[in-house]
T-cell receptor, first 115, second 114 residues
Framework: SQKIEQNSEALNIQEGKTATLTCNYT??????LQWYRQDPGRGPVFLLL?????KEKRKERLKVTFDTTLKQSLFHITASQPADSATYLC??????????????FGKGTHLIIQP | NAGVMQNPRHLVRRRGQEARLRCSPM?????VYWYRQLPEEGLKFMVY????????ESGMPKERFSAEFPKEGPSILRIQQVVRGDSAAYFC????????????FGDGTRLSIL
């Protein structure tokens, strides 16, 4: 089964700087990878999906890269703000394909943006 | 457009009782997923359903847990004879038909077993 590793320690970043979070996975490379944000007491909120044939995807201040050779995805938040403080989750389809599927999640990285 | 609705938000049960968790997917979504999140643990996939069908239940405990998504009404996750170890947050998600679709999550049901 797929295993996902994310930095388990909290990441402290100064406001205005770029935050970079890492997601590493083992075993097979999936057809896509997703990033979610989760705030305390709330459900995960979808941020970005990147397919295996895409190197990079952007959405406003967010950027995701996907390196299937390294089996790694990087998630960047530029011009970070205190409101970006949350736990960020990396997720892969459990069977690895592109269709509807249960997701395997990493444990998440807790990001703290300090004013 | 209402998001995924889960109820109740909080549920307290005594050991041995039954717990029923409900999930109404987003309008137009035909795929429903249930996940469990234990304290200090990540989200764990439990089951994937479409209307009247269980597609993948590889993450469901073999005993006491069942799930359904009937033709009419919400999806139900049912836990019989609850034990202390069942205390967790249970999240439901839904997605539309088609490849490469994100999942949209509800805010979960927090189950506490006394």
């Amino acid at each position: 089964s797929q295993k996902i590793e994310q930095n388990s320690e909290a990441l402290n970043i100064q406001e205005g700087k770029t935050a970079t979070l890492t997601c590493n996975y083992t075993n097979y490379s999936p057809a896509y990878l997703q990033w979610y944000r989760q705030d305390p007491g709330r459900g995960p909120v979808f941020l970005l999906l990147i397919r295996e044939n895409e190197k990079e995807k952007r959405k406003e201040r967010l950027k995701v890269t996907f390196d299937t050779t390294l089996k790694q995805s990087l998630f960047h938040i530029t011009a970070s703000q205190p409101a970006d403080s949350a736990t960020y989750l990396c997720a892969l389809p459990s069977s690895g394909g592109g269709g509807a599927d249960g997701l395997t999640f990493g444990k998440g990285t807790h990001l703290i943006i300090q004013p | 457009n209402a998001g995924v609705m889960q109820n109740p938000r909080h549920l307290v049960r005594r050991r041995g009782q039954e717990a029923r968790l409900r999930c109404s997917p987003m309008k137009g979504h035909s795929h429903v997923y249930w996940y469990r999140q234990l304290p200090e643990e990540g989200l764990k996939f439990m089951v994937y359903l479409q209307k009247e069908n269980i597609i993948d239940e590889s993450g469901m405990p073999k005993e006491r847990f069942s799930a359904e998504f009937p033709k009419e009404g919400p999806s139900i996750l049912r836990i019989q004879q609850v034990v202390r170890g069942d205390s967790a947050a249970y999240f439901c998600a839904s997605s539309p038909t088609g490849p490469y679709q994100p999942q949209h999550f509800g805010d979960g049901t927090r189950l506490s077993i006394l």
